[in-house]
């Protein structure tokens, strides 16, 4: 083999290794000397073959057969699963054994890179890597996009994970032969094959991957964001509507008024009516845009500044329209055009609401007996008993909004960014099956008359229903206008970023 001969093949084995094959040299051995008559591990020139300097003597004089190209195509759906961890804001980088051409090849086959991309400062040999400085090493590993280390050794995939975690990212690393073992246990997730993986790798690993397909731990991604989703979701809605009824109460409290419901009210309100919304939560599908996202960092808080204040601002809604109806229903004979007065109650004095308590001392003050559904007559021996046992339907009226609202509120609670545009309430039926169920449970505490009696509330007429729908709906605008707000903040910081 001369000179020009020996650059052919290397061109030859350039050019097949660049088209993403493995390439195998095959030479045989004429003359094989002592090894002639080699049968067994019995034989006496068998311990040479253990002895690593006794190689360069046997594996020499060989003649050149060829060389075989071996592909192992990938996945279809990695192109896809690639695509979505760039949208994902996850980078992948790829460490291999492979010839440095044949894993640029198959990184660009996968597109991690494009067809025209210029990978200089992005594919390294592992001895290229670690002869950088330190701060290139950083440097190089903290520039976005794809990266692949080509003849890597496995200190050089524990060196790169290490830099990665020091650096703050979370890493996770895949492996299956048992020089990835060290890595894998040094990842802050260790995923190890589960067809083609050695028991090795799955024992120094956090899982092992059962059909050792990548876009399968891209699905396991979106699932998990979903699961996390789900929980801020149930804690956003719990949240919102708890604040919401202790608003309400302090505010009772705060302007002097009677209390607007009492405890046996507010414990079926948490116990009950809450119960299958936040339920229901837990079944959310996916936000629509949930793999576009940027990662979030491990040490974000639960509950933001601006989550906090979404919280405080839909709370705040609810005890101002429970405490708001009920003020209405004591003072105004009608409210956006619907009579409030047709069951023939007393209208008092806002100030007179106030100053309740003093009831015994106002000259002239006197109320008529009003009806309530199913033609119960509401008639008082003291006119004080107006503010206490005569409270039944302003009561009723704002246990009926503190309840619609939490079930509009659940509505809102399907998406913490996305608009009930694009992410509707059907997309999640278990929820809407959840809110039929906490409305007819309210609905026959007010219609059967022995419940009704036990939660001090009395039937209320389409009017008046109208009413509780009305003063509830406005929370699921202001949720609105706040997704908006929460993202346009994102999309700006998003465009900064960039």
């Given at each position: 083999?001369?000179?020009?001969?020996?650059q052919l093949?290397?061109?030859?084995?350039?050019?097949?290794s660049?088209?993403?094959?493995?390439?195998?040299?095959?030479?045989?051995k004429?003359?094989?000397?002592?090894?002639?008559?080699?049968?067994?591990?019995?034989?006496p020139?068998?311990?040479?073959l253990?002895?690593?300097?006794?190689?360069?003597?046997?594996?020499?004089?060989?003649?050149?057969?060829?060389?075989?190209?071996?592909?192992?195509?990938?996945?279809d759906?990695?192109?896809k699963?690639?695509?979505?961890?760039?949208?994902a804001?996850?980078?992948?980088?790829?460490?291999t054994?492979?010839?440095?051409?044949?894993?640029e090849?198959i990184?660009?086959?996968?597109?991690?890179?494009?067809?025209?991309?210029?990978?200089?400062?992005?594919?390294f040999?592992?001895?290229?890597?670690m002869?950088?400085?330190?701060?290139?090493?950083?440097e190089?590993l903290?520039?976005?996009?794809?990266?692949?280390?080509?003849?890597?050794?496995?200190?050089?995939?524990?060196?790169?994970?290490?830099?990665?975690k020091?650096?703050?990212?979370i890493?996770?690393?895949?492996?299956?032969?048992?020089?990835?073992?060290?890595?894998?246990?040094?990842?802050?997730?260790?995923?190890?094959?589960g067809?083609?993986?050695?028991?090795v790798?799955?024992?120094?690993?956090?899982m092992?991957?059962?059909?050792?397909?990548?876009?399968?731990?891209?699905?396991?991604?979106?699932?998990?964001?979903?699961?996390?989703?789900?929980?801020?979701?149930?804690?956003?809605?719990?949240?919102?509507s708890?604040?919401?009824?202790?608003?309400?109460?302090f505010?009772?409290?705060?302007?002097?008024?009677?209390?607007?419901?009492?405890?046996?009210?507010?414990?079926?309100?948490n116990?009950?009516?809450?119960?299958?919304?936040?339920?229901?939560?837990?079944?959310?599908?996916?936000?629509?845009?949930?793999?576009?996202?940027?990662?979030?960092?491990?040490?974000?808080?639960l509950?933001?500044?601006?989550?906090?204040?979404r919280?405080?601002?839909i709370?705040s809604?609810?005890?101002?329209?429970?405490?708001?109806?009920?003020?209405l229903?004591?003072?105004?004979?009608?409210?956006?055009?619907?009579?409030?007065?047709?069951?023939?109650?007393?209208?008092?004095e806002?100030?007179?609401l106030?100053n309740?308590?003093?009831?015994?001392t106002w000259?002239?003050?006197?109320?008529?007996?009003?009806?309530?559904?199913?033609?119960?007559?509401?008639?008082?021996?003291?006119?004080?008993?107006?503010f206490?046992?005569?409270?039944?339907?302003a009561?009723?009226?704002?246990?009926?909004?503190?309840?619609?609202?939490?079930?509009?509120?659940?509505?809102?609670?399907?998406?913490?960014?996305?608009?009930?545009?694009t992410?509707?309430?059907?997309?999640?039926?278990?929820?809407?099956?959840?809110m039929?169920?906490?409305?007819?449970?309210?609905?026959?505490?007010?219609?059967?008359?022995?419940?009704?009696?036990?939660?001090?509330?009395?039937?209320?007429?389409?009017?008046?229903?109208?009413?509780?729908?009305?003063?509830?709906?406005?929370?699921?605008?202001?949720?609105?206008?706040?997704?908006?707000v929460g993202?346009?903040?994102?999309?700006?910081?998003?465009?900064?970023?960039?």
């Open positions: 083999m001369d000179e020009p001969c020996r093949l290397l061109s030859r084995q350039t050019e097949m660049s088209k993403g094959l493995r390439c195998l040299g095959l030479a045989y004429e003359d094989l000397g002592e090894f002639s008559d080699y049968y067994s591990e019995n034989h020139a068998h311990k040479k253990l002895d690593p300097a006794c190689y360069c003597s046997i594996e020499n004089d060989l003649v050149f057969v060829g060389v075989v190209g071996l592909r192992d195509p990938p996945r759906e990695v192109h699963a690639i695509e979505d961890c760039k949208g804001g996850i980078r992948v980088m790829v460490i054994g492979d010839n440095k051409s044949t894993a090849a990184c660009r086959e996968i597109k991690l890179f494009s067809d025209g991309e210029d990978l200089r400062g992005k594919s040999t592992g001895k290229e890597f002869a950088l400085s330190p701060s290139q090493q950083i190089t903290s520039k976005p996009g794809g990266k692949v280390f080509s003849r890597a050794e496995p200190r050089h995939k524990q060196e790169i994970v290490r830099m990665l020091e650096m703050g990212e890493v996770a690393m895949t492996g299956d032969g048992v020089n990835d073992a060290p890595a894998l246990k040094l990842a802050d997730i260790g995923i190890a094959m067809i083609t993986g050695t028991e790798a799955k024992e120094a690993s956090d092992v991957l059962a059909d050792d397909n990548f876009s399968t731990i891209v699905s396991a991604v979106a699932e998990g964001r979903s699961i996390y989703n789900n929980m801020k979701a149930f804690i956003r809605y719990m949240i919102s708890n604040v919401g009824e202790v608003i309400s109460i505010l009772t409290a705060a302007l002097g008024l009677p209390e607007c419901m009492i405890p046996v009210q507010l414990l079926w309100v116990l009950v009516t809450d119960g299958p919304p936040a339920t229901a939560l837990g079944f959310n599908p996916p936000d629509i845009g949930i793999m576009h996202k940027p990662p979030r960092r491990s040490d974000d808080a509950i933001n500044s601006w989550v906090l204040f919280y405080l601002i709370g809604y609810v005890g101002i329209a429970t405490v708001g109806i009920f003020i229903w004591y003072t105004r004979a009608s409210f956006m055009g619907i009579n409030l007065v047709s069951d023939g109650h007393t209208l008092v806002l100030s007179q106030h309740w308590g003093e009831c015994s000259s002239n003050f006197t109320v008529a007996p009003y009806m309530v559904g199913g033609g119960q007559l509401i008639t008082f021996s003291n006119p004080c008993d107006y206490t046992a005569g409270k039944v339907k009561m009723t009226l704002s246990l009926s909004v503190l309840v619609a609202i939490e079930m509009f509120n659940s509505l809102n609670a399907l998406s913490e960014d996305s608009s009930l545009l992410l509707p309430p059907w997309r999640n039926p278990w929820l809407l099956v959840a039929s169920v906490s409305f007819g449970l309210h609905c026959l505490i007010l219609y059967v008359p022995f419940l009704a009696d036990i939660f001090a509330v009395a039937p209320l007429s389409l009017n008046e229903w109208f009413l509780v729908i009305l003063v509830s709906v406005p929370v699921i605008l202001i949720d609105e206008i706040l997704k908006f993202r346009s903040q994102r999309y700006r910081v998003k465009e900064k970023t960039a």
